[in-house]
């Protein structure tokens, strides 16, 4: 769901977890607008912040914190000061899991020695809460919306995405073709070999055109 795997434009679960992710920061709209609060929204993205991007663009989010982009905490508090201070009574902040501070690590929530994935990322958005009701005074509340954006019901969008690659995937083994990853690139289906996906990641870059939509429109990326 985190759209990070390299070598194909998207991938199936991406969809679903942001429109997960856009329907739990529309509502926390009216929560943050009743009692005029700073609400986080902490989301999925230990290394990329596809989800936290597009969700938070399309949740209309105030503040946009990814893992590509080490953020200011001063940036983010005068940002949320200087809303208040023209009348605009509360913010929505989308924040990745892996986001950090500019010279800090992600947070961890917990390390479980025996896994094989030990290290569990979490907690920003409780920080950032805490950090930001002490610099600015304002009311400040986190939402970690967690596994929630894996479950539930698949968008159309990726129902068809992952018809369209599981039916290019067998046509691929019964022409012998393996050791390959069905991809999808500037809308058309494609493979690559999976020797050159494995091990990469596919993060978000500075100059992506959603990035500067949101600029365009004054989102902050604590910066």
């Known amino acids: 769901i985190d759209n990070d795997v390299w070598g194909t434009d998207v991938t199936f679960g991406f969809n679903s977890a942001v429109t997960t992710a856009?329907?739990?920061i529309d509502k926390v709209h009216t929560t943050a607008s009743s009692h005029h609060r700073v609400m986080i929204v902490e989301v999925m993205g230990r290394y990329a912040g596809w989800i936290a991007l597009y969700a938070g663009v399309a949740g209309g989010?105030?503040?946009i914190l990814i893992p590509e982009m080490d953020y200011e905490l001063d940036t983010i508090a005068e940002y949320v000061l200087g809303r208040?201070?023209?009348g605009k009574r509360f913010s929505i902040i989308t924040v990745a899991e892996g986001a950090k501070p500019k010279g800090g690590k992600p947070f961890v929530?917990?390390?479980?020695?025996d896994?094989?994935?030990p290290i569990r990322l979490g907690g920003i958005g409780s920080v950032l809460a805490e950090q930001l009701e002490?610099?600015?005074g304002l009311s400040c509340r986190a939402v970690i919306l967690g596994h929630v954006q894996r479950?539930?019901?698949p968008t159309a969008l990726d129902r068809t995405?992952?018809?369209q690659f599981g039916h290019q995937a067998v046509e691929m083994l019964m022409n012998g073709q393996i050791n390959r990853l069905v991809v999808l690139r500037n809308g058309k289906q494609d493979s690559v070999p999976l020797h050159q996906v494995a091990g990469r990641i596919k993060t978000v870059p500075k100059n992506h055109p959603l990035i500067r939509a949101a600029k365009g429109v004054n989102t902050c990326f604590g910066v």
């Open 22 to 24: 856009t329907e739990a």
């Open 61 to 63: 989010a105030d503040v």
């Open 84 to 86: 208040s201070h023209k």
């Open 109 to 113: 929530a917990k390390v479980l020695k």
């Open 115 to 117: 896994s094989p994935d």
């Open 134 to 136: 002490e610099r600015t």
């Open 151 to 153: 479950g539930g019901t």
């Open 161 to 163: 995405l992952a018809t």
